[in-house]
C-alpha cells in the first residue's frame, strides 16, 4: 500500500533528521507535547471530515458498478420473458448488446474506453430493444426502460466522480497545516529525547499518511494515482454470462487475492 509506505519511510526520515537537531543542539525553542498536540487536533478534524466524504464517494462508486450488474441481468430477465412470450422472438441480437454494454462499462471504468463509447453502448439498447418491447405487456416494457435509466444514472455517477475530485487549494491547504505542525515540532525540543523523537515520527507519519490515502481514493479509476480501484468484476462477469462463456449462479464472486484471508492449521479444525 503506496501511502503507508510513503508514511513510514518519510516519518523515519523526519525522524531521523529531528535526532540530529538535538543532537546538535539546532533546536530553536522550546514547544511542549501537549501545545503542539491542541493544533494537530484541528487538523485531523479537517482531515477525518474530507476521509469520511471520500470514503462515502468510493464505496457508493463500488456499489454503483454492483447496481450496474444487477440491472443489466435483469434486463436479460425481461429478454427472457419476451421469448416466452413470443416464440418467433429471437432474443440474441439483444442479449450480445447487453454483453456490449456491460464490456463499455467496465472498460470506461478502467480508462480503456471514453465515456462517449460508454453512453453510446447503453442508448443502443434502445433501438435494440424495440421489438422485445413490441412482444411484451406495458408494464414489463415500462420495467425494462426503469432499468435502462438506473443504468444510465448510474453512469453519469460515475462520470461526475470521475472527473471532479477534491480542490486542488484543499489539498494546498491541507499540506500546508502538515509541514506547519512538522517543521514547528522538527525544531524544538523537550525534556524527554526519546518521547520526542517518537511524538515526530508518529505525528509526521499520521499526518502524511492520511493525505496521500484521501489524494489515493480520489483517484479509483486504474490511473497512475490509484492504488485503491474500483472492482470491475462485476462487469466482466456480467459480460460473460450474456455472452454465454459461463452460466450465472447464486454464488458471490470470488474475492480478490490480496483480500483473501489465509487461516492457520488449527483454524481450519
Not at 537537531?21 to 507535547?33: F, R, T, Y
Not at 432499468?147 to 494546498?172: C, I, M, T, W
Not at 490511473?223 to 449462479?249: I, K
Request: proline share 4%; with cysteine; net charge neutral.
Amino acid at each position: 500500500m503506496k501511502p503507508l509506505y510513503h508514511a513510514f519511510v518519510i516519518g523515519v526520515f523526519i525522524a531521523l533528521f529531528h535526532a540530529l537537531v538535538l543532537a546538535h543542539g539546532w533546536a530553536l525553542w522550546d514547544v511542549s507535547i501537549v501545545s503542539i498536540s491542541g493544533l494537530s487536533a484541528g487538523v485531523f478534524f479537517v482531515l477525518g471530515m474530507i476521509f469520511r466524504s471520500t470514503v462515502q464517494d468510493y464505496k457508493t462508486a463500488d456499489i454503483a458498478i454492483a447496481q450496474m450488474r444487477g440491472k443489466i441481468l435483469s434486463m436479460q430477465d425481461v429478454n427472457s420473458i419476451a421469448a416466452q412470450e413470443a416464440p418467433s422472438y429471437d432474443g440474441t441480437p439483444f442479449r450480445l448488446a447487453l454483453a456490449r454494454a456491460a464490456e463499455r462499462l467496465r472498460d470506461y471504468i478502467e480508462n480503456d474506453a471514453s465515456l462517449d463509447e460508454a453512453n453510446t453502448a447503453v442508448s443502443a439498447l434502445i433501438a435494440t430493444s424495440q421489438h422485445m418491447r413490441k412482444a411484451l405487456p406495458g408494464a414489463q416494457a415500462n420495467l425494462f426502460l426503469k432499468q435502462h435509466e438506473d443504468v444510465r444514472q448510474s453512469l453519469s455517477y460515475l462520470a461526475y466522480l470521475k472527473h471532479h475530485n477534491f480542490p486542488l487549494a484543499g489539498y494546498a491547504f491541507l499540506w500546508f497545516f502538515a509541514a506547519f505542525i512538522i517543521v514547528l515540532q522538527l525544531f524544538s525540543e523537550t525534556q524527554n529525547f526519546l518521547l520526542d523523537t517518537l511524538f515526530i515520527f508518529s505525528l509526521s507519519a499520521i499526518l502524511i499518511f492520511f493525505i496521500e490515502f484521501i489524494r489515493d481514493l480520489e483517484h479509483p479509476f486504474r490511473c497512475h494515482l490509484a492504488c485503491f480501484t474500483l472492482d470491475t468484476r462485476p462487469l466482466t462477469y456480467t459480460a460473460a454470462v450474456l455472452r454465454g462463456s459461463r452460466r450465472e449462479c447464486s454464488e458471490p464472486l470470488p474475492a480478490p487475492f490480496w483480500a483473501r484471508k489465509q487461516l492457520s492449521f488449527p483454524l481450519w479444525r
